[in-house]
Each structure stands twice: as C-alpha cells, then as structure tokens.
C-alpha cells in the first residue's frame, strides 16, 4: 500500500515563490519568458528547433538579447533570430501600460531635477529598473502626455446625461520655485447614461478654493456634461458655490461620512456614541417618510441634552437627506463619497512612491494616468447602476401632476 503525500506539491511550490528573494523570481521569469519566446518562434518558422520538417518556413539563427524592465526587476530577454524574415514578439516587449509609465517617467523626472536623489536612487531600485536615460524619459514622457490630454478633454456630452456626480479634492506636495508647496487635484467622477461610472475630470490648482471649483466644473459643462440630478460631496463652501452656479438644476448631497467626522467635532466624546448610533439609524430605514421620521427623534433626543448638536443636525437637514428623494435602491451609491474615496486610495498608493513632484505636470502625468487606467476597467466592467433604476431617477415628481421627466430633453435609455 502506498503511503498518502504528506506534503502538498503546490502549496509548497506556492510559498516558497511568496518569501523568494527578487533574485530568484527574476531568474524564474526569465526562463519562463525566454522558453515562451522560444516556443513562438518555433510556431512560426513551422517546427520545433533543432527538429528537420518540410514544414519549415525558416531557420533560426541564434539570438539578440534585450533587457526588459519588470516588477521584480531588469532581467535579459533572449529574441530568437530567423535567417529568413523577422520574428518580433509583440505581445511582450509592447509599450508599457499607462500607468507604470507615468511612475517611471514621474521618478526619472524627479531624478533629473536633483530632487531627494538618494530618495529617489531607492526608489528605482525598488521598481527593478536599471538607469533610465534622458532620451527614454522624453519619449515616453511626450507619448503619456498625449494619451493623459486626450482623457482629459475628451467631449462628454456623448456619454451623457451624467445622472449623479462626486467631487473631491487630494492635495500632494510640489516644488515651485525652489521651495515645496501644496497642490490640489480636483477630480470629479459621473454615472454616465450607460450605467457606468466614469472619472468626467482632473485639474491641478494651488489651493481648494471657490474660482477653482467654478473654473473645473465650468470646463466640465463645456465639454458636454448634463442632465445632472444629484452631486455628491463634502461641505466645502467653494465646492457647494461652485455646484450651484454651473449645475443649477442639480441637488447636493452632502457626504454622510463626512458630515459624521463633522458632527463628531461638536458632540462631547460621552455622548458621541449615542448620537453616532441614532444618525446611522436614520440611514437604516426603508423609506423616505421612516428616515424623516427617525431624523425627527434624533432632533428630539439632543434637543434638550445637546443644544448644539441640535442646531448643527437641523441646519444640515435637507442637504444630508438630499437622496431620499431618489429610489431607495440608489440610496447607498449616492449618499457618500465612499466610491470616491476608494479611488483617492488607488491614486495616493501610486503617488505616495513618489513623494515630492517636480512640478505640476508631473502630478498631471501620473494622476490622469491612473484616472485613465480606472475609467477603462469601469467601462468594461457590470454596470455600476441598471438602465431601469436610472431612468427611474430622472423621473421628477411634480405636486399635483404626474411624475414627468425633466425638462432638459434626455434621449430615452436603451439596452
């Protein structure tokens, strides 16, 4: 009788790659990618190498080596050579993706300007790439800048109405001037006509300001963004200003998350998980009249006990319940900023690498990059909300009528 296997083949195989050392994976990918080159080229040519075949097209001819930059470092790529005719392995050595072109070019920017060298030496390293030159750097810089442009101000009116938008800000750290200053990306992202979630824009500003905001969404609206219903954000006074004067047919919903960690500035810490636990109750409810209804004995509960608290939830009122007029299966996509927030992570992972920019292009080249990158994946994924519930939500209840659809002419939703 033969005794069981005690160990598990690819469990072990599995961990042993996990706490490898970079060496040895690049050495691992190395043989793995040249063995795969070599195997394309014998398909080709017709047969396997070394192997006599009428079938043979062409003969091989040894090799020309070619580094390729990687995750786990630089490693040397061996391209088999035909005699006759030319083999080339596209589907390898294509133009990197966006995004990690933007890192290197944005760390080989830095390099050049002298900014945190030695921070920016370990940097390199820790990406696997070898030395970057100046031409390498120009080439991809010029062609990620033109793919970054075009997002940038690609025309929005055909993936339109934009239902519901977010807003937010990210501030990063950029030299001007020979000093380090703050900067702020403002981005913004919609749920087109499609049912997909999009990022509508990004623009770079010295500060989080009311012109800022104005000029980001005036830009928006000229490149076709419309039908506008709800725009969700947190309560920053230029923003709420600048919603009001380019999207006036549009509601604010203040972010709920937000308004909590603002609420929590006014509450006495002994109390706050009491107020904490009636303002999420209000959002458990399974209509509109039980959520006014539960905001009421909120108000009631810190009447008395809380008089500030009292006054802050009742000045806020309809800007945080500004998604019950909406159907209750939206109310969790548009309530909060959270969706948004996620997307802030993916680009504070990419950016956090680099540090300091070298100047606001740099910020402009990698952020758009990822913003780019994400929008693909959005678009080519499930729909983020059904084309039903969408057109549901552009329904407007008018007093005494029936429920009729805005008056902004919206072409009807197809499948």
């Not at 040249?34 to 394309?40: G, I, K, M, R, V």
């Not at 950029?174 to 913004?188: F, M």
Request: aromatic share 6%; proline share 6%; charged share 25%.
């Amino acid at each position: 009788m033969t005794a069981p296997h005690i160990v598990d083949p690819a469990s072990l195989l599995s961990e042993a790659l996990s706490e490898a050392s970079p060496d040895l994976m690049r050495s691992l990918l190395q043989t793995v990618i040249n063995a795969l080159l070599s195997a394309d080229a014998d398909a080709v040519v017709g047969a396997e190498y070394g192997r006599p075949s009428p079938e043979r097209s062409a003969q091989r001819n040894g090799y020309r080596h070619r580094p390729l930059d990687t995750r786990v470092g630089t490693i040397d790529v061996a391209i088999p050579k035909l005699r006759t005719g030319t083999y080339f392995p596209q589907w390898l050595l294509e133009r990197r993706k966006r995004t990690e072109s933007a890192l290197i070019t944005v760390v080989a920017d830095c390099y050049l300007a002298g900014v945190s060298t030695r921070r920016m030496d370990k940097l390199v390293k820790t990406l696997g790439i070898d030395s970057l030159s100046k031409s390498q750097v120009s080439r991809m810089a010029a062609d990620l800048d033109g793919i970054v442009e075009d997002f940038r101000h690609r025309p929005l009116s055909d993936a339109g109405p934009f239902t519901f938008v977010t807003a937010d800000a990210l501030t990063m750290k950029v030299r001007e001037g020979g000093r380090v200053i703050n900067a702020v990306a403002l981005l913004a992202t919609g749920v087109n006509g499609d049912g997909h979630r999009e990022v509508l824009g990004l623009r770079v500003a010295t500060s989080e300001t009311g012109p800022a905001w104005k000029e980001f969404f005036a830009d928006l609206v000229a490149r076709g963004l419309s039908g506008v219903r709800l725009v969700t954000s947190d309560a920053h006074h230029g923003l709420v200003e600048a919603i009001g004067a380019n999207l006036p047919g549009a509601s604010w919903q203040r972010c709920r998350t937000h308004y909590a960690a603002n609420l929590m500035s006014v509450t006495p810490k002994s109390m706050w998980p009491a107020v904490k636990a009636m303002l999420h109750s209000v959002y458990d409810q399974p209509d509109t009249a039980s959520v006014h209804a539960q905001f009421d004995r909120l108000l009631d509960y810190v009447q008395e006990k809380l008089p500030d608290v009292h006054a802050h939830l009742d000045t806020a009122r309809a800007d945080i319940l500004a998604f019950t007029t909406f159907p209750k299966d939206v109310w969790t996509q548009i309530w909060s900023n959270n969706p948004t927030e996620r997307l802030n992570r993916e680009i504070r992972r990419r950016t956090d690498s680099v540090g300091i920019f070298p100047n606001r292009a740099a910020i402009v080249r990698l952020v758009g990059a990822v913003l780019a990158e994400q929008t693909d994946e959005w678009a080519e994924g499930r729909r983020y909300l059904g084309l039903d519930i969408l057109t549901r939500c552009r329904i407007t209840p008018t007093p005494g009528t029936e429920p009729q659809i805005g008056a902004d002419h919206l072409p009807q939703l197809t499948t």
